[in-house]
């Protein structure tokens, strides 16, 4: 694929909750584009972006997938998601590197708790959003209701920017109130809809609607308000610019209507990606730090500048091994160079530059500012790591805010074997999904694995198998409970084996107490008149150590406790 | 060698007349939830032995601080989803140990003894 400058490119990511038919979105999408010559569906080998084992047993994302299209001129980038809790740290990595976001909400279900997270981490990072409503084919589509809930939720106006013409199965095209054109479409057909005149009996709806529609965009600028008031239009240069403004500060929404399952309305979707997302050089500049750590620096997207880039995604490929997933903030990149790797302080070979289709690659001859490709085979190269030209140039851009896992488990390999191997292949699954936690247990010695919920440890497991061949037993991790004491005593310990030849002889008197929380374990020797040799104390300490390793209780170590050594006796020859 | 012996003979003899007590880790755990799933979780940390230390309101939702022993947290990622239709979110850390309550203890203690005559 050749080139494209910032301003021809459009990052765009399909966010939302599961089931409300991102991945299905994608599909018609890169169907249109002529990048699949048949609709792909999800839960068979047919979908693009679902490719993975893991997806096509599940029938839902597990990773995000990117896909890399040319669409009136532009290239387009779009990464689909995953839609839930589990593989939140894709969305997360995905917001961090597009300019713009597709927002799929069901029309059916309406707005789920899935859509409010992405939609607030999308709004915390500043990203512009536009709604599809998709499956405005089920007999149970809803619009109103889903924009007033729109509305109050997030706070934002949305704008309706179609009416949809039939309900349920009959839904069959969308009246545009920009073009104040009726597009009908042919029901899972090519996609592309038919420009008609608009049916006589929706004519006051759309009047209604529209009048709605560049009111609410006039409002969004004090210069077009003032115009609208006094000529009571706006031209369509004046509302494509408003418009923008909108979206581009988060307080309009345009809401398009589709039915990504029967191919209506995708083309659509597509045109306001290109006409209503700003291009990565409209976007505002990236905070960094340079490396001395001190300063804070901001990166435009400027092909001019040094290199820098950060890595949101990494992706295990088990024909091209590591993909490494980047988006370009300035610069520019070529194959068969090498970049720095800031987070590593290590400079990484770098060879053919590449974008994706799903799993299929597409060779790039290079990656400019604004840009996202794909390289294989960095060696320490993780996800959310920046990268630049050499360790003078290079900027530190701030971490992608992943979230901390939340449920931990146990594992156990299930042979020696196995056991050899986890710790490599539980380091592969870290560098790509930083959501994954791993760690041993100081106390416990448990290997303690940590993610997004019980179907994100779910693939970890189907990954350790099918990818590393590591088998283990998972079970909920051990409690690392401790044992203390609350009273004093003294006592008498006394060990004598004198049965001829050379014998074994200890006694000694301990006080034995509490102590306050948190100190540990304190030994005193206080010993007076040598009944014990100086030597020996060494020796009773290390027994008492020794016995507070596996408390008397439920054998969990002790803590918390002084020991003194007071007392006792011993034997010439036979003590040691 | 005969005076670890002794000394650690020593220890474990004198250790069951100092009442010996069993400790749990007690995470601080920190939880964001819509409103009107509070009562829910409230009374769910309650069932977990948890200590609310206090609750801030913001918006609609609600960020609860709570002291929950480490053994009633295991499937909380689960349990929370469940308790709020997905929308909690939550947060711990280690904290503090504490006494297990005597009747907790005993089970524990008990399931202890018989893992390890079950080994032996």
């Known amino acids: ?576 | 060698m005969a005076f670890k012996i002794a000394g650690s003979m020593a220890f474990k003899k004198g250790v069951m007349d100092c009442k010996p007590t069993l400790l749990e880790p007690v995470m601080l755990l920190n939880v964001v939830i819509p409103s009107e799933s509070m009562g829910d979780v409230i009374g769910d940390l309650n069932s977990k032995r948890g200590k609310v230390l206090g609750v801030e309101a913001d918006d609609d939702s609600q960020n609860i601080r709570a002291h929950v022993p480490m053994a009633s947290l295991l499937n909380y990622a689960p349990e929370l989803r469940a308790l709020t239709g997905g929308r909690g979110e939550f947060e711990m850390e280690f904290d503090h140990y504490d006494d297990v309550p005597e009747h907790i203890a005993s089970k524990i203690i008990e399931e202890a003894q018989s893992k390890k005559e079950n080994k032996e």
């Open chain 1, 1 to 576: 694929m050749k080139s494209y400058s910032a301003e021809w490119i459009r990052n765009v990511g399909l966010i939302g909750h599961g089931g409300s038919g991102k991945t299905s979105t994608a599909e018609a999408i890169l169907y249109i584009a002529g990048v699949s010559d048949r609709l792909g569906k999800i839960g068979d080998n047919s979908s693009i972006m679902d490719f993975d084992p893991d997806e096509v047993k599940r029938g839902n994302s597990t990773n995000a997938s990117l896909a890399t299209f040319e669409f009136e001129k532009h290239k387009i980038n779009l990464i689909d998601t995953p839609g839930t809790n589990n593989f939140v740290g894709d969305t997360v990595g995905c917001i961090r590197v597009v300019d713009g976001a597709v927002v799929v909400i069901g029309a059916e279900t309406g707005v789920q708790f899935y859509t409010e997270k992405t939609w607030k981490w999308a709004n915390d990072q500043g990203i512009p959003r536009i709604i599809f409503l998709n499956k405005m084919d089920s007999e149970e589509a809803q619009i109103t209701s889903i924009l007033d809930v729109v509305r109050k939720k997030f706070s934002v106006k949305p704008v309706l920017m179609d009416l949809p013409v039939g309900k349920g199965a009959e839904f069959k095209g969308i009246v545009d109130l920009v073009e104040q054109k009726y597009f009908e479409y042919e029901k899972d057909g090519k996609g592309i809809g038919k420009p008609t005149d608009i049916p006589a009996n929706l004519a006051d709806e759309v009047e209604t609607t529209r009048m709605e529609l560049v009111e609410a965009v006039a409002e969004a600028d004090d210069v077009l308000i003032e115009h609208y008031l006094e000529t009571g239009e706006l031209t369509e240069e004046e509302f494509l610019g408003g418009l923008r403004q909108g979206i581009s500060t988060g307080r309009l929404v345009p809401v398009l209507l589709g039915s990504a399952l029967h191919n209506i309305g995708i083309d659509r979707l597509m045109d306001a990606m290109v006409q209503y997302f700003p291009s990565p050089d409209k976007r505002s500049a990236q905070l960094a730090t340079t490396l001395n750590g001190e300063d804070t620096t901001e990166v435009a997207t400027n092909v001019e500048g040094p290199f820098t880039a950060q890595v949101f995604k990494t992706i295990a490929d088990p024909y091209a091994g590591k993909l490494t997933l980047f988006r370009v903030f300035s610069g520019k990149l070529t194959g068969d160079s090498s970049v720095y790797n800031v987070n590593q302080e290590t400079s990484e070979r770098v060879g053919q530059l590449m974008s994706l289709q799903g799993k299929k690659q597409i060779q790039l001859p290079e990656v400019v500012a604004g840009d996202i490709a794909c390289v294989a085979k960095l060696k320490v190269t993780g996800t959310g790591d920046s990268l630049g030209p050499d360790a003078k140039d290079a900027v530190k851009f701030d971490d992608i805010p992943f979230p901390k896992a939340v449920l931990a488990r146990g594992m156990v390999p299930k042979t020696r074997a196995d056991e050899e191997k986890i710790s490599n292949a539980l380091h592969r699954l870290c560098e790509e999904d930083p959501t994954i936690k791993v760690e041993r247990d100081p106390q416990t010695h448990e290997l303690i694995v940590s993610g997004m919920g019980a179907v994100h440890l779910d693939v970890i497991l189907e990954r350790l198998k099918r990818r590393f061949g590591v088998e283990v037993d998972v079970k909920p991790p051990k409690v690392p409970y401790l044992e203390t004491i609350r009273k004093s005593t003294k006592v008498q310990g006394k060990y004598k084996k004198q049965t001829g030849g050379r014998g074994q002889y200890g006694d000694c008197w301990l006080e034995i107490g509490p102590i306050a929380k948190g100190e540990g374990f304190q030994f005193e020797n206080k010993i007076v008149g040598g009944s014990i040799p100086r030597g020996y104390v060494p020796a009773v300490e290390k027994g008492v150590h020794e016995a507070m390793a596996g408390g008397v209780l439920a054998h969990f170590p002790m803590v918390d406790i002084r020991v003194a050594v007071y007392d006792g006796s011993y034997h010439d020859v036979d003590s040691s």
